[in-house]
Every structure is written in C-alpha cells, then in structure tokens.
C-alpha cells in the first residue's frame, strides 16, 4: 500500500506508518535511521532515510543517471547508507544529512552488500565478490 509500518513486537499492533509513495522493500534498520528502498510511481527506485518513528523522511536519494539501485537492500557500514548500481557503482552517503561521501566501482551489477566492522562485501549478479577495507 506505499506505506511503511512499524509493528510492536509484543501485541502485534501497528505503533506508527508513513506513507513512502510507491512500493517499499530491502529494509534495515540502525540506530537511529531506517533505511529503505522505494520502487516510486515513475518505477525509479529511491533510497530514503527514515526516522527510526516513522515520523519522517529525513533524505531520499535517486540513483546515478542512466542507472538503478540494484541491491536488494542497502547497508549501514560504519556511518553511511551504502546501496549498490547496475553499472558496478558503490554509493555511500552520509547519514544524517544524505550528502555522498564516497563511491567505489565494481564490474558487474550489485546485488547484495555485507559488512563487518572494517570490510564491505560486494556481490554482483555474475557471482564476484569484491572486498573493500575501511582504514576508518
């Protein structure tokens, strides 16, 4: 329905919702924001940073042009909402703010991002995984 819900997990009720306009997918959820991807009306994918509330969006960021967000989900690594391109891009953007902090290129369509404390993981379609190390 376009809306994102927030669900208490002891009684089931939904706690808050907002509308995001368009089909909501590949959430996560940090500390203070959620991160979401939004398939919109004009069928071009959004990353949006939401108040951990439901209160607000805080940033929305459309993809590179001539290309798409291609992750299923984005990630959150070391303070940056990190989402993936079909043309191998790597964006990171600040959290608070949504401004770009850094981009990384890869071949390949990304697909999937994993973290640990120091490294981000890049799987593209054709099965590479690329490793990236933080001196953060």
């Known amino acids: 329905n376009g809306r994102a819900h927030r669900i208490h997990a002891g009684l089931g009720f939904v706690e808050a919702a907002l509308d995001l306009h368009g089909q909501s997918y590949g959430f996560v959820c940090g500390e203070k924001v959620i991160l979401a991807l939004v ?3 004009t069928s071009r994918d959004r990353l949006m940073a939401l108040s951990k509330d439901l209160g607000e969006i805080l940033w929305e960021r459309d993809p590179p042009a001539d290309d798409a967000w291609t992750t299923f989900r984005p990630a959150l690594w070391r303070g940056w909402a990190v ?25 390949g369509v990304v697909m999937s991002l994993g973290t640990s404390p120091d490294e981000l993981y890049v799987g593209t379609q054709d099965g590479r995984l690329s490793v990236f190390h933080s001196a953060r």
Do not use: I, M, N, Q
């Open 83 to 107: 989402a993936g391109t079909g043309k191998g891009g790597v964006w990171a953007f600040d959290l608070e703010h949504g401004s770009p902090a850094w981009t990384l290129e890869v071949e």
């Open 39 to 41: 398939r919109t009306e």
